[in-house]
């Protein structure tokens, strides 16, 4: 799986839109491109995934660039709750294929 | 529906003893996962499960780590003898085991262990 490259740690403040990069340089064409985030105590939880296209549900949008190189992972309205590690993962789609956590962006959200 | 459940939370126990996690997928996921987690660091996976077939077990040390999931349900993750650097949050996901969002990995609360 293509290495990814994250800022260790961003602040945001509340009811702002909250943009959290990541750098996957090396991805190739059949890999997307998956967000995962855990907040304290918890287990990672899934936000959102996409292959090229910009994906958008109802917890963030996905942005990729158009050479796939980058992405950046969008909360539009960040909220307290939205405190939490941040881990941008590429994998090929399906089980086969497992998740290769980094270290993540701890993105801490502030009144 | 009911999450991934894993018992125990937390667990203290003393260098070389045993210690044994469960964890219970959610209904009609076919595949389960075990992560380890260090501080600081992100989950690795341990072992993946395809129902009752380990079918990627490449990181687990197998010396004294064993797992099974006997009946394609639930899985136990034990450790005997336990070491000091054996300290971490143990996760278990599952997933349903198909392409797209039906491989979407839904994760337990994880078991935090204390090594003495």
């Known amino acids: 799986d293509a290495k990814t490259t994250q800022p260790p740690s961003m602040d945001c403040a509340e009811g702002r839109a909250a943009n959290l990069p990541c750098n996957h340089s090396?991805?190739?064409?059949?890999?997307?491109v998956y967000w995962y985030r855990q907040i304290h105590s918890q287990g990672p939880q899934y936000i959102i995934h996409?292959?090229?296209n910009n994906e958008t549900n109802e917890m963030a949008s996905l942005i990729i660039t158009e050479d796939r190189k980058s992405s950046t992972l969008i909360l539009p309205h960040a909220t307290l709750r939205d405190t939490a590690v941040y881990y941008c993962?590429?994998?090929?789609?399906?089980?086969?294929?497992?998740?290769?956590f980094g270290t993540g962006t701890r993105l801490q959200v502030t009144l | 529906e009911a999450g991934v459940v894993q018992s125990p939370r937390y667990k203290i126990i003393e260098k070389k003893q045993p210690v044994a996690f469960w964890c219970n997928p959610i209904?009609?996921?076919?595949?389960l996962y075990w992560y380890r987690q260090n501080l600081g660091q992100g989950p690795e996976l341990l072992i993946r499960?395809?129902?009752?077939?380990?079918?990627?077990d490449s990181q687990l040390p197998k010396d004294r780590f064993s797992a099974e999931r006997l009946k394609g349900v639930d899985s136990t993750l034990k450790i005997q003898p336990a070491e000091l650097g054996d300290s971490a949050v143990y996760l278990c996901?599952?997933?349903?085991?198909?392409?797209?969002?039906?491989?979407?990995?839904?994760f337990g609360p994880g078991t935090r262990l204390t090594v003495l």
């Open positions: 090396t991805i190739s064409g059949n890999e997307y």
């Open positions: 993962i590429v994998r090929y789609t399906g089980t086969a294929s497992k998740l290769t």
């Open positions: 996901a599952s997933s349903h085991g198909t392409s797209g969002r039906g491989d979407e990995q839904f």
């Open positions: 996409g292959l090229k």
């Open positions: 499960y395809e129902n009752e077939e380990a079918v990627d």
């Open positions: 209904s009609g996921h076919n595949t």
